[in-house]
């Protein structure tokens, strides 16, 4: 049985909804220590917030919004993956899917995270760099979904496809909004 295989055998066993916020919890918490960092260091966004918080201080804010608002995307990725598979009549329960898009957002964020952090230190955090990174980013994560959705309900490729995709679809421009 390879990685994969035994990941879903043991989210379709535990079904834990608990376990699923706890380990999105975890995901936006290594997120938070980015912009404590960026705060810290005094850094501003490069693109101008949506919100009428001052750029200077956005950061700062951030700290406070970033959890909660990264818990409710996750909601609303997985209430999307949730709609479709719906749509393509798949008997699920909606644990399962948090559950394994939990773990597939925190196993990737080792992935780009890294990345981030270092873009941040060495003050290169540019639409430049960071626009095409966190495209291959949204991608990896999309195709990760659909590997899972595939795996876990035996769907089409264009059926897991869509579904993995199309919650990252709803979930990137939503973070866009608030997230610097």
């Known amino acids: 049985m390879n990685t994969i295989d035994s990941l879903i055998q043991k989210i379709k066993d535990n079904k834990s909804a608990r376990l699923a916020l706890v380990l999105i ?26 919100v009428p918080i001052p750029k200077k201080n956005y950061y700062f804010y951030q700290l406070f919004f970033l959890i909660p608002y990264g818990i409710f995307l996750f909601f609303i990725e997985c209430s999307t993956a ?34 981030d952090l270092l873009l941040v230190l060495k003050n290169k955090w540019a639409s430049s760099l960071v626009i095409p990174y966190h495209t291959a980013a949204a991608l990896v994560g999309g195709l990760s979904y659909s590997v899972g959705i595939r795996k876990m309900y035996h769907l089409s490729w264009p059926k897991s496809l869509l579904t993995g995709m199309m919650s990252m679809m709803v979930y990137r421009p939503l973070a866009v909004i608030l997230i610097r």
């Open 25 to 50: 919890f975890l995901r936006w918490a290594f997120t938070w220590t980015d912009t404590l960092l960026r705060y810290k260091l005094r850094r501003t966004p490069f693109v101008d917030p949506y």
């Open 82 to 115: 949730q709609l479709f598979l719906r749509l393509f009549k798949v008997k699920n329960d909606f644990r399962e899917v948090m559950l394994y898009y939990a773990t597939t957002a925190l196993g990737l964020w080792p992935l780009f995270g890294p990345l």
